[in-house]
């Protein structure tokens, strides 16, 4: 969809349309009420300072239908759709896909919630690296991690559907 197009939308249709990037519901309705945005960095720009004050109930609420990393997500649904191209380049192995199993048991285990990263743009071993080093993490220090993470997945996602 086009900026134009989405900054004409309904609020209700554009909260639809933007959801699927991050499911937080202050963020949703600041993307929203910020339009119309004159450049795709604006709208952007705006995103991120929604994103600036995320606490672990945002990501939480995030987290409730995300994924874990190596799995394939299920349903036809936008969020399904976004992560499972966002998987795509991975390149997972019988090798890699039991390790990043066993990586994300022992990281739920630890931290009681999903092992969330950036998959666009990263291959199995950098993200098997990155889970090992985080797993090293105390609880507040893997908060903030993933609530980057999460900020960093909700724009890109956002870039995506404004792009088009």
């Known amino acids: 969809m086009s900026l134009a197009a989405f900054n004409a939308l309904e609020p209700q249709a554009a909260a639809e349309l933007i959801r699927p990037c991050v499911d937080s519901d202050g963020w949703v309705t600041a993307v929203v009420a910020g339009r119309p ?11 991120e300072t929604a994103a600036a ?3 672990e109930a945002d990501l939480d609420q995030a987290l409730a239908h995300h994924p874990r990393i190596g799995d394939r997500a299920a349903g036809t649904n936008s969020e399904a759709t976004m992560s ?3 998987q795509a380049g991975v390149g997972l192995n ?5 390790q990043m199993l066993a990586g994300n048991r022992e990281y739920e285990q630890r931290f009681g919630r999903v ?6 743009g990263r291959s ?3 993200i098997l690296a990155e889970l090992d080093r985080r797993l090293g993490n105390s609880p507040d220090q893997e908060t903030g991690e993933a609530i980057e993470q999460l900020r960093q997945i909700a724009l890109l996602r956002l870039r995506g559907v404004i792009e088009q």
């Open 37 to 47: 945005y004159s450049s795709v960095d604006d709208a952007l720009a705006a995103a």
């Open 84 to 86: 499972r191209s966002e």
């Open 94 to 98: 019988s090798v890699t896909s039991s």
């Open 53 to 55: 004050g995320w606490v």
């Open 115 to 120: 092992f969330l990263i950036r998959a666009a």
């Open 124 to 126: 199995a071993a950098e």
